[in-house]
T-cell receptor
C-alpha cells in the first residue's frame, strides 16, 4: 500500500463549479500537508500548505486536513479554465528528510 | 521557480552513455532533492542532500549517483544511461523539512534511445 493515495482522475468540470480534490494517507505521523499545481510540461508549484488538522483559505482555494480520517482535501471555488492542471498532494513528518507525494489528479475546467 | 534552475532542460542521449544533470539554487536552502516523474508513478525520490557532501538514497536510487560540493549546486549522474531512465527529472529545494515547504525547478526532459 502506498503511503499517499490520490485518485488520478481525470476530472472535468464546467467553469464556475466548485472542485474537490482529495488524498488519503496511511502514516498517522504526517504533520505537514501540501498541495501543488502542475501545468503541462512545467514543475510543480506550491499552492498551499497546512500544519496538522484544520482549514486554511487562500483566495478561491481552501485546504482541509482531517487527521482522524487521514484525509486531506483541496477545494477550488469559482473554478476557471486557468485552473486546468494536475494537482499533487504531499506530506511530511516533523522529523525525517523526505516528502511523500500522491500521483496527482488531472483537472480540466471547461469554459 | 523560487530561484532554481536546471540544466540542460532537454537532452537526448544513447544507451550506455553517462549523463549529468545540474541543479542550481540561489536561495541558500539546506536541502536539495532529485525526483523523476513518470506517468502512473507520480514523483519518485532518487536522492537527496541535507548539506554539502551529505547525501542519501531515495526510493529509486539504483543507476544514479549524486554530488553536492557547494550549497547551491546538486548534480545527478546517470553512470550508464538506460531506456528505463527516460523521464522528466525535477530538482527541489527546502529550507527545513519540518517547515513543510518544498520548491521545484522547471525540470529536465531526458530521452535515452
Amino acid at each position: 500500500q502506498k503511503e499517499v493515495e490520490q485518485d488520478p482522475g481525470p476530472l472535468s468540470v464546467p467553469e464556475g463549479a466548485i472542485v474537490s480534490l482529495n488524498c488519503t494517507y496511511s502514516n498517522s505521523a504526517f504533520q505537514y500537508f501540501m498541495w501543488y499545481r502542475q501545468y503541462s510540461r512545467k514543475g510543480p508549484e506550491l499552492l498551499m500548505y497546512t500544519y496538522s488538522s484544520g482549514n486554511k483559505e487562500d483566495g478561491r482555494f481552501t485546504a482541509q486536513v482531517d487527521k482522524s480520517s487521514k484525509y486531506i482535501s483541496l477545494f477550488i471555488r469559482d473554478s476557471q479554465p486557468s485552473d486546468s492542471a494536475t494537482y499533487l498532494c504531499a506530506m511530511n513528518l516533523l522529523t525525517g528528510n523526505q516528502f511523500y507525494f500522491g500521483t496527482g489528479t488531472s483537472l480540466t475546467v471547461i469554459p | 521557480d523560487a530561484g532554481i534552475t536546471q540544466s540542460p532542460r532537454h537532452k537526448v542521449t544513447e544507451t550506455g552513455t553517462p549523463v549529468t544533470l545540474r541543479c542550481h539554487q540561489t536561495e541558500n536552502h539546506r536541502y536539495m532533492y532529485w525526483y523523476r516523474q513518470d506517468p502512473g508513478h507520480g514523483l519518485r525520490l532518487i536522492h537527496y542532500s541535507y548539506g554539502v557532501k551529505d547525501t542519501d538514497k531515495g526510493e529509486v536510487s539504483d543507476g544514479y549517483s549524486v554530488s553536492r560540493s557547494k550549497t547551491e549546486d546538486f548534480l545527478l549522474t546517470l553512470e550508464s544511461a538506460t531506456s528505463s531512465q527516460t523521464s522528466v527529472y525535477f530538482c527541489a529545494i527546502s529550507e527545513s523539512v519540518g517547515q513543510g515547504e518544498q520548491y521545484f525547478g522547471p525540470g529536465t526532459r531526458l530521452t535515452v534511445t
